[in-house]
């Protein structure tokens, strides 16, 4: 899926970058599809792998690589940053151009001092024609994200799980809590009660370190329990 990027330095889009935001997704012709396969990769201790960009559109666009650390907070927060000196990326190409309606490859390699590591990645289109008076350029940043993880898997022991529902709100809250030491990944989060049910998405679970998630409660009596679906096996815990 493409998405579009409009940075300041102060992470806010400015009313003119909001501006040209606008435009660029009403003008869906001129940046429609440009990709990036795969968006998320894992490896075992180090990586070797390859991303593949596409130019969908009818003019050359110039790339740039921006590899960039990130951190989750408790409640999905991504919060960017130079990339870890902790992690040594090399890449076949920082920049370069794609051709309309053609691919390019880059090649990358990366190892970590410490394990698990995870980066990600932005790959910035630029040379969109201009649509308006305005001279605002457009812009698109896609990303590749990267986990470096040990060779032991995340075990159902590591998770500890609570649910609480929040009758005012009408939202289950559903609490984790990463005891281990690698990268879990819960695939999809349900909530079930009185023949209703409220599904919420995956996420990410990073060691030693807590995710909170909010799902809508719509039914009429609280759910009765929570249901976590991770690679492998499932975790179901009441709901207090």
Known sequence: ??????????????????????????????CTAQTVRPVLSEYAVTAKGRVELTNDSTVPLTVIVTPKSFEVSETGEISYGPLSADIHLKLSAMSFRIAPKQS?????????????????????FSGFPVRDRSGLNM?????????????????????????????????????TFNKGTTVGRVLTTEAQGHGQKAQGVGFPI???????????????????????NLDGFKVERPVE
């Not at 409009?6 to 003119?16: A, D, E, F, I, V």
């Not at 812009?139 to 609480?164: C, N």
């Not at 719509?218 to 929570?226: C, I, L, N, Q």
Request: one cysteine or more; aromatic letters at 12%; glycine letters at 2%.
């Open 104 to 124: 390019y490859y880059v090649f990358y390699e990366a190892k970590a001092d410490k394990l698990p590591a995870w980066f990600v990645m932005y790959f910035e």
């Open 139 to 175: 812009q698109v940043e896609l990303p590749h994200t990267v986990y470096l993880l040990p060779k032991q898997s995340f075990k159902r022991d590591d998770l500890e799980v609570s649910a609480k529902f929040d009758g005012p709100s009408k939202k289950v809250i559903v609490t």
């Open 206 to 228: 990073y060691p030693k370190r807590k995710r909170i998630l909010e799902l809508p409660w719509e039914g009429d009596s609280a759910p009765e329990k929570v249901t976590l």
């Open 1 to 30: 899926m493409t998405t579009l990027n409009c940075r300041s330095h102060r992470n806010r889009p400015s009313p003119l970058r909001f501006l040209a935001c606008l435009i660029a997704l009403l003008g869906a012709t001129v």
